[in-house]
């Protein structure tokens, strides 16, 4: 038989094989997601029967939350993605299933009273769970377990936001920096597809954001470098991110006292805060996103310069406490939000800036230039595309080689003067940096200084003649 034709046909059987297998876990993701978001929302909505505000049940909220993880499964500590990529990593994406009624429960406790969490992290660890369980119980191979789970991944990222494609693009982008994995590629897309299409049938809205002030992008010199400069400027916040979160978490796991009375305590800090200042840091925080992504003026006021802030801080604490629930929802905030600030300080478009930040901050801290990009056209529309490519490209380069997935392997070095190593993860790659560029920038500035002193000697010589 002719070699292209058996080619063809084995290509054929294994299209048709995963398109009935990632439509099914799909419609499965989906439904689970639904009955996920389901529990959030009446648990929210639930908070106004409570004869005192809400968020005064945050320090035993967290105890709760970090006595049930730490009894049933302790997998489902933190955010979620993190575990996920891990055991993608390191086990062929084998996950226990029950972390998902335990993921589920203390998700919703914590969110519940106050936690600054996000609802993706365990979308797509549920996702993932659940991946992994039907390729466990069919007895699957190593190989197609983990190309399930990353499905799994996909399908729960997008249909926790409504971005399908960007869902699809981000499980198979975020699990290795500079790699996407194409084989992944079409069992990723009909999982997000078929969750994201499930979710809508089954009652979950979603919400998109029309920025219409900008529906071209014209050759205005003084805006691109504004973007340019803004990419600059989400760099740096997501580094501070990034680092804000590791630090904390690993401080408070320092501190040599009960996990329960720590957990207790940053809880109560949070409170006060709230009580006494604003309690815009708790939760999701997504009516605050929408201020920030408001073209109205007075809304995008309601912002303030020091809300991403507090809103690092906030989650930070609740992560490092014990508190359970994703980071990216929280990264949107962030986003947002100095994106908002910037956009003031310029004087203009700060809906375009806090819609720039949205997408470039999530590209800094997770590694994802490219789901990003995407998610800026499904959210805010396609014309959003080519500022978003600029802002987020930049901030993705501007936060070096750091990620708030620790678990992700690095493949791709951001500068040319950098070299890296092999490692299982990115704590463990080796990062050296080739000073001989920088030497000559100093030799430079150096050989400039000089000429500079023997200008002014000569100028002071020729003075006294």
Not at 156 to 169: E, K, L, M, N
Not at 397 to 412: C, D, W
Request: charged share 15%; net charge positive; hydrophobic share 50%.
């Amino acid at each position: 038989m002719n070699k292209h034709i058996v080619e063809q046909t084995v290509i054929f059987f294994s299209v048709s094989k995963w398109l009935l297998l990632s439509s099914a876990v799909g419609i499965m993701i989906g439904g689970l997601i639904s009955v996920f978001l389901k529990i959030l929302s009446i648990a929210e909505q639930t908070r106004g029967t409570l004869p005192f505000p809400y968020y005064f049940t945050l320090p035993f909220a967290l105890m709760l939350s970090l006595w049930i993880v730490r009894t049933f499964d302790k997998n489902a500590a933190g955010h979620g993605t993190e575990k996920v990529i891990e055991a993608v990593h390191k086990r062929d994406g084998y996950i226990n299933a029950k972390i998902i009624p335990v993921k589920l429960l203390a998700t919703v406790i914590t969110i519940f009273s106050g936690g600054s969490v996000g609802k993706e992290g365990p979308g797509a660890q549920l996702g993932a769970g659940a991946a992994s369980f039907v390729a466990t119980l069919l007895k699957f191979s190593k190989s197609d377990r983990r190309k399930l789970v990353i499905c799994g991944i996909s399908a729960g990222f997008a249909s926790v936001f409504g971005t399908p494609i960007a869902g699809a693009i981000f499980g198979i982008e975020v699990l290795i920096i500079g790699v996407i994995m194409y084989d992944v590629l079409l069992p990723s897309f009909i999982a997000g597809f078929a969750a994201f299409t499930t979710a809508q049938f089954l009652g979950v809205k979603y919400h998109y954001y029309d920025i219409n002030a900008y529906r071209a992008f014209n050759l205005d010199v003084s805006l691109i470098a504004q973007v340019i400069l803004a990419g600059i400027f989400f760099g740096i916040v997501s580094d501070l991110f990034i680092t804000s979160v590791n630090k904390i978490e690993k401080w408070m796991k320092k501190i040599p006292y009960n996990i329960y009375l720590k957990a207790f305590i940053a809880g109560l800090i949070m409170v006060v805060v709230s009580y006494f200042l604003s309690e815009n840091y708790l939760g999701l925080g997504l009516l605050t996103i929408r201020d920030a992504l408001s073209p109205n003026a007075l809304i995008s006021s309601n912002v303030h310069w020091y809300d991403f802030i507090l809103k690092t801080i906030f989650t930070s604490l609740t992560l490092g406490a014990g508190g359970s629930g994703g980071i990216i929802t929280p990264v949107f905030y962030v986003g947002a939000t100095s994106g908002a600030i910037f956009g003031d300080i310029l004087g203009h478009h700060v809906a375009l800036f806090a819609a720039l930040g949205f997408v470039s901050v999530l590209a800094g801290t997770t590694n994802s230039p490219i789901a990003s990009i995407i998610m800026a056209v499904e959210l805010f529309g396609v014309h959003m595309a080519n500022y978003a490519a600029l802002s987020v490209v930049i901030a993705f380069l501007i936060t070096g080689h750091r990620s708030i997935f620790q678990s992700q392997k690095l493949a791709l070095k951001k500068a040319d003067n950098i070299s890296i190593g092999e490692g299982t993860d990115l704590d463990d790659t080796s990062i050296s940096i080739d000073m001989k560029d920088i030497d000559k920038v100093k030799r430079l500035k150096n050989r400039l200084r000089y000429k500079r002193l023997r200008w002014q000697v000569k100028n002071a010589k020729d003075d006294f003649k």
